[in-house]
T-cell receptor, first 114, second 114 residues
Framework: GNSVTQMEGPVTLSEEAFLTINCTYT??????LFWYVQYPGEGLQLLLKATKADDKGSNKGFEATYRKETTSFHLEKGSVQVSDSAVYFCALSDGGQGAQKLVFGQGTRLTINP | DTGVSQNPRHKITKRGQNVTFRCDPI?????LYWYRQTLGQGPEFLTYFQNEAQLEKSRLLSDRFSAERPKGSFSTLEIQRTEQGDSAMYLC????????????FGPGTRLTVL
């Protein structure tokens, strides 16, 4: 079945550091890929998405590129802020027009120190 | 624009009791999803509605679990004869359809079974 594997956390960085959170997937067909973020005490929020190979999703300074050859969707940010501290989830859906249940990775907790 | 809302936010119950959670999706969203998230893990799909029809259920959804979406608006998730293993965060998401089917999550209901 479909699955998502994320780099294990927690990850701790200093403000303005470069961030990479690795995500790889296993899927049949052509899934859509997502990054969701969960801030303390809040619900999951969609951060960015990509629907086909070589697409780049971006939002709030975060980027991720859909790499079909390496089945990856790594999340990057050039200069992190304290406010980026949260849990980040990589997810995939089956794509297409029908029901698209999401399959999530286990999440990566990110802490940014001032 | 109000987002997805869930009630209650927290529920503590004794083993063997029945509990019911409510989810109000974003208005005009015709798809509604339920997920369960245990500590340190990503959300796992439970079930999905297209309007009022329940179209898919996960193997995780035992016969003690039932979900409804009367009139295709709000949804309820009931757990009968709760067990300690049911302790988790129950998440609701809604979407308008399309490709990809971008889901918007509520804040969740945290269930603790004593």
């Amino acid at each position: 079945g479909n699955s998502v594997t994320q780099m294990e956390g927690p990850v701790t960085l200093s403000e303005e550091a470069f961030l990479t959170i690795n995500c790889t997937y296993t899927a049949t067909g052509y899934p859509s890929l997502f990054w969701y973020v969960q801030y303390p005490g809040e619900g999951l929020q969609l951060l960015l998405k990509a629907t086909k190979a070589d697409d780049k999703g971006s939002n709030k300074g975060f980027e991720a590129t859909y790499r079909k050859e390496t089945t990856s969707f790594h999340l990057e940010k050039g200069s992190v802020q304290v406010s980026d501290s949260a849990v980040y989830f990589c997810a995939l859906s089956d794509g297409g027009q029908g029901a698209q249940k999401l399959v999530f990775g286990q999440g990566t907790r990110l802490t940014i120190n001032p | 624009d109000t987002g997805v809302s869930q009630n209650p936010r927290h529920k503590i119950t004794k083993r063997g009791q029945n509990v019911t959670f409510r989810c109000d999706p974003i208005s005009e969203h015709n798809r509604l999803y339920w997920y369960r998230q245990t500590l340190g893990q990503g959300p796992e799909f439970l079930t999905y509605f297209q309007n009022e029809a329940q179209l898919e259920k996960s193997r995780l959804l035992s016969d003690r679990f039932s979900a409804e979406r009367p009139k295709g608006s709000f949804s309820t998730l009931e757990i009968q004869r709760t067990e300690q293993g049911d302790s988790a965060m129950y998440l609701c998401a809604s979407s308008f359809g399309g490709a990809p089917d971008t889901q918007y999550f509520g804040p969740g209901t945290r269930l603790t079974v004593l």
